[in-house]
């Protein structure tokens, strides 16, 4: 089946630079997007990449390369209010192009 | 752009009464919407997918008969929970594509939470 893994928990301090891995299925696979979710709150979209390389949008930038089925979330000049939950969301061709979701990564930023 | 709304935001029942959520896609049309679920400190587990004025389809494990979804327009979708008990509980969130976006980003809903006793 289609699975998506990545790490449970990371813990930075304010101004460090974090990394979330997300390795992938390939079958049928399309693009990887990056969504962050706060407590209690709904996913907010992050990022898409469809194809190999770096996006850049400000502090988060997310890479994917197609061949190693792999792609990361980074995060640059971290602050408290980064604190959240971070899935990484393969989408997948077939009907309706919907998203598969990794278990989630719970990263906390200390002062 | 691309809001997304539910209502309610937050519902408690007894065991054995339906409750009924909506989902609506505010300032766009919405080609396809999704349901999920989601347990505390897990991800989203996706429950079904609805097009406008077609039959939604189910991820396997989900029983449609209790889970009802109606797609009535391409601004609003609603999900019944039929005979609802304990284990029901949980966060319930839709999700919507816009037909004049691209098909990768999904525009969430602030969620449902329920709580039944």
């Known amino acids: 089946g289609q699975s998506l893994e990545q790490p449970s928990e990371v813990t930075a301090v304010e101004g460090a630079i974090v990394q979330i891995n997300c390795t992938y299925q390939?079958?049928?696979?399309?693009?990887l997007s990056w969504y962050q979710q706060h407590d209690g709150g709904a996913p907010t979209f992050l990022s898409y990449n469809a194809l190999d390389g770096l996006e850049e949008t400000g502090r988060f930038s997310s890479f994917l390369s197609r061949s190693d089925s792999y792609g990361y979330l980074l995060l640059q000049e971290l602050q408290m209010k980064d604190s959240a939950s971070y899935f990484c969301?393969?989408?997948?061709?077939?009907?309706?192009?919907?998203?598969?979701w990794g278990l989630g990564t719970s990263l906390a930023v200390n002062p | 752009g691309a809001v997304v709304s539910q209502h309610p935001s937050r519902v408690i029942c007894k065991s054995g009464t339906s409750v009924k959520i909506e989902c609506r896609s505010l300032?766009?049309?919405?080609?396809?919407m999704f349901w999920y679920r989601q347990f505390p400190k897990q991800s989203l587990m996706l429950m079904a997918t609805s097009n406008e004025g077609s039959k939604a389809t189910y991820e396997q494990g989900v029983e449609k008969d209790k889970f009802l979804i109606n797609h009535a327009s391409l601004t609003l979708s609603t999900l019944t929970v039929t005979s609802a008990h304990p284990e029901d509980s949980s966060f319930y969130i839709c999700?919507?594509?816009?037909?004049?976006?691209?098909?990768?980003?999904?525009?969430f809903g602030p969620g449902t939470r329920l709580t039944v006793l």
């Open positions: 300032d766009f049309q919405a080609t396809t």
């Open positions: 999700s919507a594509t816009s037909a004049g976006g691209p098909s990768n980003e999904q525009f």
């Open positions: 969301a393969a989408l997948y061709a077939g009907n309706n192009r919907k998203l598969i």
């Open positions: 390939t079958s049928g696979f399309y693009g």
